[in-house]
């Protein structure tokens, strides 16, 4: 079978993100599948963008053919990425014809996060006779309306929401990243016989074949553990929605254990000046790694949290890379995320706390430190296990090919 799959952000391990369309890539060439993304060449999530010499470029990356579209560069989520938005889309839209002609697809995938790309894909897969899917990552343009307070009568919004409705019109299939969509799709068009469900994943063999954390962070860390008998640990993107600031609060109440964050994004110098003005001793924030020393890292901390700020969005569910990670890690989790899942609770793996609350961190930091060690193991035992069960993305490949055969 021959696969398009069109994600404006796609990634790879070297070049950043997102990961997603790469491992599914991955997996479905090892099933004897052909794929193709198309991509653009400028996305805010990357490490490395790659400079073009014409508008359009084809390139193997791991046995992935990458179909790159020239772009305008930007910063941040002003009229920059709406320029960059449009400009992919325009321009994927007139390298239709070619792109049915030269990859003769059997399924095109729509999954850019925004919904806009789905006029390129059933453009293409109704001239190529395919089965069009849109994959759905977050929930647009309602997610930029409730997190970034966007009217639904703003322009921008209003074309979102036309994309989003064609979408769930038009798409042989919906596959939802999210699990409790549901009702929200059903609202805008959506035939809940069409309806899927597949989370982010892991590729196991990344964590058999674990590499080494590069020997400035160990050190660093083999320091903070020569001071502290604990650590509790973060690691991912410094944003503002990740609610940062309230783990590093809780410091202020537990002082006997370290808290470590790694990573990088635009709230670090925000939460560097916190932890100077509290005058806090026992947070300390690193730089980010390499995705693939992850494993490593992870297995040097004691308890791991992850956070999110209160936002009736999160109804919908979440599919945080971050939490499988920590799963999978085997650590007993820390979460202060009310959302309309919850994994945690359900797999008993950790603690669930309500968010933005740095007295509930503590309390639950001194709940771990007070159990047995083979209470704590088995917390670690149930997040790993369930990972492996649900999360492979050999067994999610499978399945995506699966509902594409059966629709």
Same mark, same amino acid.
């Given at each position: 079978?021959?696969?398009?799959?069109?994600?404006?952000?796609?990634?790879?391990?070297?070049?950043?993100?997102?990961?997603?369309?790469?491992?599914?890539?991955?997996?479905?060439?090892?099933?004897?599948?052909?794929?193709?993304?198309?991509?653009?060449?400028?996305?805010?999530?990357?490490?490395?963008?790659?400079?073009?010499?014409?508008?359009?470029?084809?390139?193997?990356?791991?046995?992935?053919?990458?179909?790159?579209?020239?772009?305008?560069?930007?910063?941040?989520?002003?009229?920059?990425?709406?320029?960059?938005?449009?400009?992919?889309?325009?321009?994927?839209?007139?390298? *239709?014809?070619?792109?049915?002609?030269?990859?003769?697809?059997?399924?095109?995938?729509?999954?850019?996060?925004?919904?806009?790309?789905?006029?390129?894909?059933?453009?293409?897969?109704?001239?190529?006779? *395919?089965?069009?899917?849109?994959?759905?990552?977050?929930?647009?343009?309602?997610?930029?309306?409730?997190?970034?307070?966007?009217?639904?009568?703003?322009?921008?919004?209003?074309?979102?929401?036309?994309?989003?409705?064609?979408?769930?019109?038009?798409?042989?299939?919906?596959?939802?990243?999210?699990?409790?969509?549901?009702?929200?799709?059903?609202?805008?068009?959506?035939?809940?016989?069409?309806?899927?469900?597949?989370?982010?994943?892991?590729?196991?063999?990344?964590?058999?074949?674990?590499?080494?954390?590069?020997?400035?962070?160990?050190?660093?860390?083999?320091?903070?553990?020569?001071?502290?008998?604990?650590?509790? *640990?973060?690691?991912?993107?410094?944003?503002?929605?990740?609610?940062?600031?309230?783990?590093?609060?809780?410091?202020?109440?537990?002082?006997?254990?370290?808290?470590?964050?790694?990573?990088?994004?635009?709230?670090?110098?925000?939460?560097?000046?916190?932890?100077?003005?509290?005058?806090?001793?026992?947070?300390?924030?690193?730089?980010?790694?390499?995705?693939?020393?992850?494993?490593?890292?992870?297995?040097?901390?004691?308890?791991?949290?992850?956070?999110?700020?209160?936002?009736?969005?999160?109804?919908?569910?979440?599919?945080?890379?971050?939490?499988?990670?920590?799963?999978?890690?085997?650590?007993?989790?820390?979460?202060?995320?009310?959302?309309?899942?919850?994994?945690?609770?359900?797999?008993?793996?950790?603690?669930?706390?309500?968010?933005?609350?740095?007295?509930?961190?503590?309390?639950?930091?001194?709940?771990?430190?007070?159990?047995?060690?083979?209470?704590?193991?088995?917390?670690?035992?149930?997040?790993?296990?369930?990972?492996?069960?649900?999360?492979?993305?050999?067994?999610?490949?499978?399945?995506?090919?699966?509902?594409?055969?059966?629709?």
């Amino acid at each position: 079978m021959n696969i398009l799959l069109i994600n404006h952000y796609a990634g790879s391990p070297k070049m950043g993100m997102e990961y997603r369309p790469y491992y599914l890539a991955k997996e479905w060439i090892n099933l004897g599948h052909n794929v193709t993304i198309l991509l653009a060449n400028n996305s805010h999530i990357r490490q490395y963008n790659p400079k073009l010499k014409s508008n359009f470029e084809e390139q193997i990356i791991d046995g992935i053919k990458y179909a790159w579209v020239k772009t305008p560069s930007y910063k941040g989520n002003g009229f920059g990425r709406i320029k960059n938005i449009f400009a992919f889309v325009y321009k994927s839209f007139r390298k *239709a014809k070619y792109l049915s002609e030269s990859i003769k697809p059997d399924v095109v995938i729509a999954s850019s996060t925004y919904p806009s790309d789905n006029y390129v894909a059933q453009k293409i897969a109704k001239l190529s006779g *395919a089965k069009y899917i849109y994959e759905v990552h977050d929930l647009w343009p309602l997610s930029p309306m409730e997190l970034g307070g966007m009217s639904k009568y703003h322009p921008f919004i209003m074309l979102m929401q036309h994309g989003e409705n064609f979408a769930y019109k038009n798409a042989d299939a919906v596959i939802s990243m999210l699990p409790k969509t549901k009702d929200h799709m059903q609202k805008h068009g959506l035939d809940l016989k069409k309806w899927y469900y597949i989370p982010n994943g892991i590729i196991l063999d990344e964590w058999a074949n674990k590499k080494e954390l590069n020997s400035k962070t160990k050190n660093e860390i083999l320091k903070i553990k020569s001071k502290f008998n604990k650590i509790i *640990a973060y690691t991912g993107t410094l944003g503002l929605a990740n609610s940062l600031d309230t783990l590093i609060l809780s410091a202020e109440i537990v002082k006997n254990i370290a808290f470590v964050i790694v990573g990088k994004g635009p709230e670090k110098e925000n939460l560097e000046n916190l932890i100077q003005e509290k005058q806090i001793n026992n947070v300390f924030i690193l730089e980010s790694i390499h995705k693939q020393e992850i494993p490593s890292l992870l297995n040097m901390f004691d308890f791991l949290h992850i956070g999110l700020q209160h936002q009736p969005l999160f109804r919908f569910g979440i599919s945080p890379n971050k939490l499988i990670d920590y799963m999978m890690a085997g650590k007993p989790i820390i979460q202060a995320i009310d959302a309309g899942n919850n994994v945690v609770k359900e797999v008993a793996c950790g603690i669930d706390i309500e968010p933005e609350n740095p007295k509930a961190i503590a309390d639950a930091i001194n709940k771990l430190i007070s159990l047995p060690q083979t209470e704590l193991e088995k917390m670690g035992q149930n997040g790993k296990e369930f990972v492996i069960r649900n999360h492979d993305y050999k067994i999610l490949a499978k399945k995506f090919i699966t509902i594409v055969q059966n629709i």
